[in-house]
């Protein structure tokens, strides 16, 4: 006679097997609805192609409140050879979001690394490469003006070791680092005077020493009056960190009083590409849930004006920018949802932190 209080606490179920033994199998226990239990918006990374997926846009309805363009809203995307603009695919993503209730975040305006033969034919001529550079970020910025709830302005500032500040395209065509930065600030408040405008940058927690040159830009950058009114951080995860480093980082970044973006959470259980890691997948999957409620702990401790949003950089693990290209092994899980969309241990460990 099975216990019915264990058994409904169990998620398991009974299956009939052909020697007339009951099997235990596992069952899918419904999971809460992330956007319900937390205090903050949820967001995640979306392309085109994915918007008529059913299975994703169904765990979209149930989770998220947030969309952020993967690729389609950045310059590689918009900005043509000739110096036209196309946005059709941006407006499909803007339409689906308006249409689906949820808030729209742009991502990104300024980015080292996407540099372009329009600007690069500029560099030699300063004044047409600004005005350009005004051009760009008031058109794009501008055209979802009253939706977009935010933007990355500049992305990815500090060199990948953290001991500076990358040199590119604008702070060639511009006379310097600060000057890019500050001017795209400057454009885009002028452009999208209600958007919380945003550094955003990559292994902050990762690599404090990165984390720490970051820290100094945003308070110089204060200081000299940019109008950055948010401050984002990618937190592609490094599981392999120390605990409390995560912690550390995201109570420095408090500091400034603004809005913190987690911007595109995801948590690889590859090794620098180390492939095959030789360690069993368990504790790989340990050291990743371990970081993620660290993380989500974390944001959770801030007070509220300052949780902007939580983001994910996609939904499901087969969504994600880690499982293209030849380092993918068909294996990584690094973000919420298995294929099927099924709760990954990720999604428990960010579940248990939010809930009230
Ligand atoms: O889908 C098109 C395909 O139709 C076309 O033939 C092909 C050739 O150009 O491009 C394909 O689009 C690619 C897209 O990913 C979808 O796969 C783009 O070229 C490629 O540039 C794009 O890469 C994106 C990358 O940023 C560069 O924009 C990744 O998806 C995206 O996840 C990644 O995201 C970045 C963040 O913006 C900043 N932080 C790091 C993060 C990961 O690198």
């Given at each position: 006679?099975?216990?019915?209080?264990?058994?409904?606490?169990?998620?398991?179920?009974?299956?009939?097997?052909?020697?007339?033994?009951?099997?235990?199998?596992?069952?899918?226990?419904?999971?809460?609805?992330?956007?319900?239990?937390?205090?903050?918006?949820?967001?995640?990374?979306?392309?085109?192609?994915?918007?008529?997926?059913?299975?994703?846009?169904?765990?979209?309805?149930?989770?998220?409140?947030?969309?952020?363009?993967?690729?389609?809203?950045?310059?590689?995307?918009?900005?043509?050879?000739?110096?036209?603009?196309?946005?059709?695919?941006?407006?499909?993503?803007?339409?689906?979001?308006?249409?689906?209730?949820?808030?729209?975040?742009?991502?990104?305006?300024?980015?080292?690394?996407?540099?372009?033969?329009?600007?690069?034919?500029?560099?030699?001529?300063?004044?047409?490469?600004?005005?350009?550079?005004?051009?760009?970020?008031?058109?794009?910025?501008?055209?979802?003006?009253?939706?977009?709830?935010?933007?990355?302005?500049?992305?990815?500032?500090?060199?990948?070791?953290?001991?500076?500040?990358?040199?590119?395209?604008?702070?060639?065509?511009?006379?310097?680092?600060?000057?890019?930065?500050?001017?795209?600030?400057?454009?885009?408040?002028?452009?999208?005077?209600?958007?919380?405008?945003f550094l955003?940058?990559?292994?902050?927690?990762?690599?404090?020493?990165?984390?720490?040159?970051?820290?100094?830009?945003v308070?110089?950058?204060?200081?000299?009056?940019?109008?950055?009114?948010g401050l984002g951080?990618?937190?592609?995860?490094?599981?392999?960190?120390?605990?409390?480093?995560?912690?550390?980082?995201?109570?420095?970044l408090?500091?400034f009083?603004l809005?913190i973006?987690?911007?595109?959470?995801?948590?690889?259980?590859?090794?620098?590409?180390?492939?095959?890691?030789?360690?069993?997948?368990?504790?790989?999957?340990?050291?990743?849930?371990?970081?993620?409620?660290?993380?989500?702990?974390?944001?959770?401790?801030?007070?509220?004006?300052?949780?902007?949003?939580?983001?994910?950089?996609?939904?499901?693990?087969?969504?994600?920018?880690?499982?293209?290209?030849?380092?993918?092994?068909?294996?990584?899980?690094?973000?919420?949802?298995?294929?099927?969309?099924?709760?990954?241990?990720?999604?428990?460990?960010?579940?248990?932190?939010?809930?009230?």
């Open positions: 006679m099975i216990d019915r209080r264990a058994f409904l606490a169990a998620p398991v179920a009974l299956a009939a097997c052909g020697s007339g033994e009951a099997a235990v199998v596992p069952i899918e226990r419904p999971v809460p609805s992330l956007k319900s239990i937390a205090p903050f918006p949820i967001g995640a990374a979306c392309m085109t192609g994915q918007l008529s997926d059913r299975v994703w846009s169904n765990l979209v309805s149930e989770h998220f409140s947030q969309l952020t363009a993967d690729w389609e809203m950045k310059m590689e995307y918009i900005l043509q050879r000739d110096g036209s603009f196309r946005f059709d695919a941006p407006d499909r993503i803007a339409a689906f979001a308006r249409d689906q209730n949820l808030r729209l975040f742009g991502h990104t305006l300024i980015w080292y690394a996407q540099s372009h033969p329009w600007f690069e034919a500029l560099t030699g001529d300063r004044a047409r490469f600004a005005a350009e550079y005004d051009r760009y970020i008031a058109t794009v910025a501008g055209r979802w003006r009253g939706q977009v709830v935010g933007w990355d302005v500049v992305n990815e500032a500090v060199s990948e070791d953290g001991q500076g500040l990358r040199d590119c395209v604008w702070s060639q065509g511009l006379g310097g680092i600060d000057a890019y930065i500050l001017r795209a600030f400057e454009q885009a408040k002028l452009a999208a005077p209600e958007a919380v405008l955003n940058d990559y292994n902050l927690e990762n690599n404090p020493v990165k984390g720490a040159t970051y820290l100094r830009l308070e110089r950058l204060l200081k000299a009056g940019a109008p950055i009114t951080t990618q937190s592609h995860l490094d599981i392999d960190i120390p605990a409390g480093q995560i912690t550390v980082f995201m109570r420095e408090a500091q009083g809005p973006h987690v911007s595109e959470l995801d948590a690889s259980l590859r090794d620098d590409g180390r492939l095959p890691d030789l360690r069993p997948r368990r504790q790989r999957i340990e050291r990743q849930t371990a970081r993620v409620a660290e993380l989500a702990e974390a944001f959770m401790a801030l007070p509220r004006a300052q949780q902007f949003a939580f983001t994910t950089w996609g939904v499901r693990d087969i969504d994600s920018w880690l499982r293209r290209g030849d380092k993918d092994d068909g294996q990584d899980s690094p973000l919420l949802f298995d294929a099927k969309g099924g709760a990954n241990p990720m999604f428990h460990a960010a579940a248990n932190a939010f809930a009230p």
